[in-house]
């Protein structure tokens, strides 16, 4: 069954701008005396209990895993979602919203060191392009460039780097089970992985008292519900019916989002240098992206008359994540 593509653009662009809200709820939850571990908790527990529960009714073929695999869900979940998580709410909790993005974004030049380290992929001229943009724009992001009054301590940007390169290891982690299971299921398994190292961890029953309070359940559910699972849900059908290139593209969405959420609901001013920093950031998303091996192979393919067709990528679940 095909998709309009413009419904299959808009599913893509409204579960981005979903994940970028995420920081309106998780500073919520910290007004009402949550820990950043606490909140990475909440939201991880209950978007499995959710999964698991939409599962078990509509594909309990998902459900099945090879008990061997297990350790790659249990890593996924508590270092790819759990640390990178709590890295990223720590940078929300000491400095701003919009800062805190600004490092995630950096999770592609972690993958690329990675990846040339650890599997001998190559360091293309145009990846070393995207990557010096990435350094130049979060500098400019996070203000350490014009070089002058630099208001980021020393902890928030090992932090910021921290959720960076925690991001990056979703996709390298994956690689070995992304080939036998659906999103779903790799989502499902990481996320209860992570929930079964955090809930012991977390010391959530400290707070018992703060659950009594309504607003508190509704930015759990905020986080849980609109910000992980509909934005995931939304996003992965969309990315069925597109280039998985175009979607990711689509997905910095996120960036303006939380740039908003940022500047409109916490007053948190932006300087024309850090505006500068966000616009290196997506040129860079967009180098990183499309490939100049693939699109001197389509000119070759359109300069000898065969079909044209824009090469698309094979999605798994090695789309930047934000949990």
């Known amino acids: 069954m095909r998709m309009n593509h413009v419904i299959a653009y808009s599913m893509v662009i409204l579960g981005a701008a979903f994940w970028g809200l995420t920081g309106l709820f ?24 959710i ?33 990178f998580n709590w890295f990223y709410f720590q940078v929300m909790d000491l400095a701003t919203l919009a800062v805190a993005v600004v490092f995630v974004y950096s999770s592609p030049v972690f993958a690329a060191i990675i990846a040339r380290v650890l ?77 079964a190292f955090l809930i012991p961890t977390s010391g959530i029953w400290q707070n018992a008292s703060a ?25 992965t059908t969309g990315l069925a019916y597109i280039e998985s290139s175009k979607a990711t593209i689509l997905s910095s969405v996120e960036i303006i989002i939380a740039i908003s959420v940022s500047v ?24 990183t992206v499309f490939s100049l091996k693939k699109l001197k192979k389509y000119k070759f393919r359109k300069m000898r008359g065969q079909k044209e067709q824009w090469p698309t990528e094979t999605h798994h679940m090695t789309e930047k994540p934000s949990w």
């Open 211 to 235: 659950f009594a309070n309504g607003d508190v359940w509704l930015n759990i559910l905020g986080i849980v519900v609109i910000s992980t699972v509909v934005a995931y849900l939304l996003y």
């Open 26 to 49: 998780v500073q919520n939850l910290y007004a009402a005396g949550f820990t950043p571990w606490q909140v990475v908790t909440l939201r991880l527990t209950f978007s499995s209990l």
């Open 119 to 195: 599997f001998q992929e190559a360091l293309t001229k145009q990846k070393l392009v995207a990557i010096s943009l990435t350094i130049l724009g979060s500098a400019f992001a996070i203000e350490f460039l014009p070089l002058g009054d630099f208001a980021l301590t020393l902890q928030t940007i090992l932090f910021g780097l921290l959720a960076g390169f925690f991001c990056s290891t979703y996709s390298l982690l994956g690689k070995n089970v992304s080939r036998w299971y659906h999103p779903f299921t790799i989502t499902f398994y990481a996320m209860a992985g992570g929930s």
């Open 264 to 287: 409109i609901v916490f007053n948190e001013a932006l300087t024309g240098y850090q505006l500068l920093g966000f616009g290196l950031l997506f040129i860079s998303l967009f180098l």
């Open 51 to 83: 999964l698991l529960v939409m599962l078990a009714i509509l594909a309990r073929s998902y459900l099945k895993i090879r008990l061997k695999d297990l350790p790659y869900f249990i890593a996924l979940g508590v270092f790819s979602i759990a640390f």
